[in-house]
Each structure stands twice: as structure tokens, then as C-alpha cells.
């Protein structure tokens, strides 16, 4: 039987040793659907780990992961959130990550510094919309999973109809570690895998030999069954490998197969590995503001050890020194002196890093995460005090900082930012009553568009002519590039008229000049951002001594905004590619749905009882589209979007 340690066990071994007294770590995702019992498993995870004394409820609001206010009263996980418990030499670091669609970037950058993942489902609905996202996620990021399939104590309750919902809509490659007795009712129990039976053991072998031949050979070749110590050791590499997924049931709410699933994510997931002796690499994934305003950086060590003093770079190029570190071990966040790879941990004094940075470099043996899309929609912020306006923009300046993704733009009487859903402007609003005390409301709530000119434009600034401030002569000609080009700079050739005393060469001169015309294509005539243009410069000049660089940037400034007003833009707005999948029978029914929105669908196909439509549809139609589809497909529906290209706004003057 696995012994787990008690909080008050665990610290006195820390007090004593002065470190954390298991080397071996296991950071450990727990995703689900919304409502399928994420949280509630997480709690049970940890009461059976001895980590705390009694299970929290969501409806009550006194779970250990979920801190914020709108998270409780809610009922589900908005920030990830990390606690901790050690049962057979082995830490694991649950990391509590959200389901809901709005916060797909937060699960995002939380799955990428897992080593395993429980994906959880209800034993009622089985497969539900966000399930197959998040298990393709996991997949995408290389991440092993095992399957809980919670909630089998609930009315309605079907293990076997989920497992073959599993099986059609995830992956073929199961392996269940027992079975359900008596589902659906109070009285419901999860029978564990009984490896020593030989019956069981057949069963389990020839489920593992499908994919292992080494197995398959050594099976087909004996006339008894293979012993449970070389099975339980060939599905530890396969899942290990992604190439299986085993599954267990249980019931969070009653604690039923919750020992089972923690003995097989220690035994059968990958602990954490990572080179101590190596340079320090650690990713953020979180960062959260201590009372005093002092970042607070959420970290996995991926390689080398990270130290109090220690001075690191952040992404590369900013300098930070460490000047305090808590490393998560049974009963909370510790202080300690060094963190170690494979550990997870809080640091501060790193007052410029970002959600995503990396501190050091990224270890050539960790796979880069794809690149997040950028949130869709943007909306106004406003203080209901119009007096705390300044103060609204400074904590969305803060916030800003802390998360690239929220692009802050200050307006008038207002501010904007990027988001990618309703849900994620409660959080906001939530965020800054809680920790700045300011109430706000948002307004004007759309898609971010993109200008693109409509025709050619030029526009010159000679020297010495009146009105023009700066010595230096340009002139410049816009026009419309193809789409998807972004910017495109053409600079002439004649050394002669570039003021190369200021950057070197031609090469230097045509950087510095893209980066400058960052500020002029940021706002276009209509306010929105301005590609798909090509920038040609037709003429430039200088007396000695020449201009400086700050007079080039601000010529370069006035010449191209003119020459876009003369040229003319047209608004843009994005369309998404999509795939659609429901059930066969109600295609017709879905593509009603989709023909209302205006999507653009090509061709469905149909897969066993699944029908697969992709197509095109405009970013502005996407939530709507996904909000129908739970009843049009009676929540069997899943749409995956991803941007794909502008077009004219119908309403051509879009202005923002």
C-alpha cells in the first residue's frame, strides 16, 4: 500500500534536511471540459496525498486551487494554480489548469511545462467540446495522458458509453485499468486492475501487445500470460511514449479509484528530468503581484539549479538578480535557497518578466510551443469614476506588462484591450476591483480589424522648406502589397543619399527604418493597424554633418502618414479557417447554423457517426457560431478556429 506523507510530516523532513526530501518530481496537469470535475479531483488528488486535512467544494467556494472571487462563485478555474503532495518518493506538482474556451492561452502555458496530465471526463456527458481541444493540445505538445473518467456515482452515469466516445472521438489506443460496479447509483465503485489474475492479465496483455511487439512476440511465443511486472512495465514506456492512454474511473465527490489514478500517474508518467549541473532554464508561467506590487514569477526548472543572488537573463535580454525563491513541496510553497530542475517554483525580484519568458535559454531537448493566437476582440475599458481613469490605465499598463498578450492602447477618456471572450472581461473587471479597487464597465466590444491601402500615395519632407523642422529630405511612395505580405520596404540604392554616418551600412539603414515605421502603420486613417503595404523610399538626402537618428524617425513619421491619407485605406476585417464536428445525423442542422452566420462551408465529411465540415468564417461570427452549436448539436459539437486571412468590411468605413 502506497503511504503517503502528511503536511506536518513533509516540513518536519524539510526542517530537518534543510531540502525537499524526494529528488524525483512529476508536474502533473489535471484539464477537463467545464463541469466534468477537474477541481473537485484535484482536491481529492490532494486529501489522498496527505496534502490537506479535508476536500474542499467548488459549490462552497473553499478549494485550495481556485483563489480568485469570480473562480468561486463561478465554479470553475480561470488562473492556474499549483499544489503539491508526495506519495512513494515521488513530488508531484498538480497543476490545476482552466477549461473554459476564453482562457485557452492560460492553458496553453500551463500545459507546456507539464511532464503528464490527467484529462478528466464526466462518466454522464462523456466527450464534450473542450475535451477534444484539450486533448490535442496535449497531444500537439507531446504530453502523455491518462484518462479519469469521473463522476461515476451520478445519475446517468455510462462508463462504457464514454469509453466508446473515447474511442471515437480521441483515440483508439486505450487501455482501461478496471472496470465500474454498479454506475449511476450512490452506491457506485470503481474495481481496480487486478494484475495478478490471470484472466486480466490476458486481457490487459493483448490490449498492450497491439501496440508493442516486442510484447506481441514474446506473448505469442509462451502459453501463459505475461507477468504483471513486464506489463505494468511495457504500458509505463508506451504511455510514456504517447503511444497508449490508460483509463481509470472514479468518483472525486466520493473518493472512489482516486488511490488507483495516483499510483498509476506515479508509476506509469514521466518524472521530471533535467540536467542539475547544466546553466539554469527556467519557463514563466505564471506572475501574480505580492500585496507590496512586487512580481511574483511562477517557474519551472527545466535544467541547472536557480539560486537566491543569482543573477539571470529574462528572454534573452534583460537582466534580473533573484532575491527571493519558494519551491512548492508538501504543504505550500517553501523558502529555499536553490531551486532544482524539475521543480516548480515562486521567484521574485525578476521585475520586467513576462508570462512566456524564458530565464536562461530554452534547452535544445524541450519542444517549442506553437505560437498563441492574438486575441480576437477588443474592447473599451472605462472607470465608472471618471476621476480614476489615469488610475485604470496604469493598472492596465501593469497588467499589460505582466501578459504580451493584452495589448493596451490608451484613447480618450478610455483605454483598449485585446481579449478573447465575454468571460475574460468578468475576470478583468473582477481582477481590477480586487487588487486596485477601481469598478469598470466595457463598451464597444468587437473584432480587431487591419487597414490596407486601397491606392498609391506619395508624400516628401525636403530639408530647409518651411515648416519642416528636421534636416533631413524624404520622400516616400505607398502603395497596396499582397495580401499577407505585411510590410515591405524598398530603399534605393545610392549610398550617397542615406545618412550612413548614423547607420553604417545600407543593411542598417533599411533596419532601422522598419523599425521606425512601426509608429506611423500602428494607427492608420480609420485607427486601425496598417500591412499589406509596400513602402518605397524615392528620395533621401542630407548636408553634412547630417541629421540624427531621432530627426530621421520623426521625417520618416510625417512622410508616410501623409502618404497613406493620400493613398487611402480600406478596413479589413479577419476570417477564421474552421473545422466543425457533430454528429452525423445533425448535419443538416449545423450547416443551417453555420448558413446563418455566413460561414463559407466546403464539402462535409463524414467520419463512423461524425460529420466533419471545414470552411470559412468571419472572426466576428465565431463565438456566436459556438454558442449555437451546444444546442444544434446537443452539445456533441466542437469548432476549432484559427485566423486565417482579412477581407473588406461590408460597412466599409469600420472606423475604430
Not at 78 to 85: D, G, H, K, L, P
Not at 205 to 234: C, K, N, Q, S
Not at 554 to 566: C, F
Request: a neutral charge; proline letters at 7%.
Amino acid at each position: 500500500m502506497n503511504r503517503p506523507h502528511s503536511p506536518a510530516s513533509a516540513r518536519h523532513d524539510i526542517a530537518a534536511t534543510g531540502a525537499a526530501p524526494s529528488a524525483r518530481q512529476l508536474n502533473l496537469g489535471v484539464v477537463a471540459h467545464v463541469d466534468a470535475g477537474k477541481t473537485s479531483l484535484t482536491e481529492a488528488l490532494l486529501h489522498a496525498g496527505g496534502a490537506i486535512e479535508h476536500v474542499g467544494r467548488v459549490d462552497d467556494g473553499t478549494t485550495q486551487t481556485d483563489t480568485l472571487s469570480l473562480e468561486r462563485r463561478r465554479g470553475i478555474t480561470i488562473r492556474s494554480a499549483v499544489a503539491t503532495f508526495e506519495i512513494d518518493n515521488v513530488t508531484v506538482n498538480l497543476v490545476d489548469t482552466p477549461g473554459h474556451p476564453d482562457f485557452i492561452a492560460e492553458v496553453d502555458r500551463s500545459l507546456a511545462v507539464l511532464d503528464g496530465a490527467v484529462l478528466v471526463l464526466s462518466a454522464v456527458e462523456g466527450v464534450q467540446a473542450q475535451t477534444i481541444v484539450l486533448y490535442r493540445a496535449l497531444n500537439r505538445l507531446g504530453i502523455p495522458v491518462v484518462f479519469f473518467v469521473n463522476k461515476i456515482d451520478r445519475g446517468g452515469a455510462a462508463p462504457e458509453r464514454v469509453l466508446a466516445g473515447i474511442r471515437d472521438r480521441l483515440s483508439t489506443a486505450l487501455v482501461p485499468l478496471g472496470h465500474v460496479r454498479n454506475p449511476g447509483t450512490a452506491a457506485a465503485e470503481a474495481a481496480a486492475c487486478a494484475w495478478e489474475d490471470p484472466m486480466e492479465a490476458e486481457r490487459l496483455t493483448e490490449l498492450i501487445a497491439d501496440h508493442d511487439e516486442d510484447l506481441l512476440r514474446d506473448w505469442l511465443a509462451r502459453d501463459r500470460p505475461i507477468g504483471p511486472r513486464r506489463l505494468r512495465a511495457a504500458l509505463g514506456h508506451l504511455t510514456r511514449a504517447g503511444g497508449v492512454h490508460p483509463v481509470l474511473f472514479g468518483s472525486a465527490r466520493t473518493g472512489a479509484g482516486v488511490r488507483p489514478l495516483i499510483e498509476s500517474v506515479t508509476d506509469l508518467l514521466p518524472v521530471a528530468s533535467g540536467d542539475d549541473h547544466a546553466p539554469a532554464a527556467a519557463q514563466v508561467f505564471k506572475v501574480e503581484r505580492s500585496p507590496g506590487g512586487q512580481r511574483v514569477c511562477t517557474v519551472r526548472m527545466r535544467a541547472g539549479t536557480l539560486g537566491v543572488r543569482d543573477r539571470v537573463s529574462l528572454g534573452g535580454d534583460r537582466p534580473a538578480t533573484v532575491t527571493a525563491l519558494e519551491v512548492f513541496e508538501p504543504g505550500g510553497a517553501v523558502h529555499r535557497p536553490r531551486a532544482a530542475a524539475g521543480q516548480i517554483a515562486r521567484v521574485r525580484g525578476l521585475d520586467s518578466a513576462r508570462i512566456g519568458d524564458w530565464i536562461g535559454g530554452r534547452p535544445a531537448a524541450v519542444t517549442a510551443a506553437a505560437a498563441l493566437p492574438e486575441p480576437g476582440f477588443e474592447t473599451r475599458v472605462i472607470a465608472r469614476d471618471p476621476a480614476r481613469q489615469g488610475e485604470l490605465h496604469q493598472a492596465l499598463t501593469e497588467l499589460a506588462d505582466i501578459d504580451p498578450l493584452i495589448a493596451l492602447r490608451p484613447e480618450h477618456g478610455a483605454a483598449r484591450i485585446r481579449i478573447y471572450g465575454e468571460v475574460q472581461q468578468e475576470v478583468l473587471a473582477d481582477q481590477l476591483a480586487a487588487e486596485y479597487g477601481i469598478d469598470v464597465d466595457f463598451r464597444d466590444t468587437g473584432v480587431v480589424c487591419v487597414e490596407r491601402p486601397s491606392g498609391t500615395g506619395s508624400a516628401v519632407l525636403r530639408r530647409g522648406e518651411p515648416g519642416h523642422l528636421f534636416d533631413y529630405t524624404l520622400a516616400v511612395t505607398v502603395e497596396p502589397a499582397k495580401p499577407g505580405a505585411g510590410v515591405e520596404l524598398v530603399v534605393p540604392a545610392d549610398r550617397s543619399t542615406l545618412p550612413l554616418h548614423v547607420y553604417g551600412n545600407v543593411g542598417g539603414y533599411r533596419a532601422a527604418l522598419l523599425e521606425y515605421l512601426r509608429e506611423p502603420l500602428a494607427v492608420g486613417p480609420h485607427g486601425w493597424r496598417v500591412t499589406d503595404v509596400r513602402i518605397t523610399v524615392t528620395d533621401s538626402g542630407y548636408q553634412p554633418p547630417g541629421p540624427r537618428a531621432a530627426e530621421v524617425r520623426r521625417t520618416t513619421y510625417l512622410v508616410v502618414r501623409e502618404a497613406l491619407r493620400r493613398s487611402g485605406t480600406v478596413v479589413c476585417e479577419p476570417v477564421d479557417r474552421f473545422v466543425l464536428e457533430a454528429p452525423a445525423d445533425e448535419l443538416s442542422t449545423v450547416l443551417a447554423l453555420l448558413g446563418r452566420h455566413g460561414a463559407v462551408p466546403e464539402a462535409p465529411r463524414t467520419i463512423g457517426p461524425v460529420a466533419v465540415i471545414t470552411g470559412t468564417l468571419r472572426k466576428a461570427e465565431v463565438n456566436a457560431v459556438r454558442a449555437g452549436l451546444h444546442g444544434a448539436a446537443h452539445g456533441e459539437g466542437v469548432l476549432e478556429s484559427t485566423p486565417d486571412h482579412y477581407q473588406p468590411v461590408r460597412a466599409n468605413r469600420r472606423r475604430r
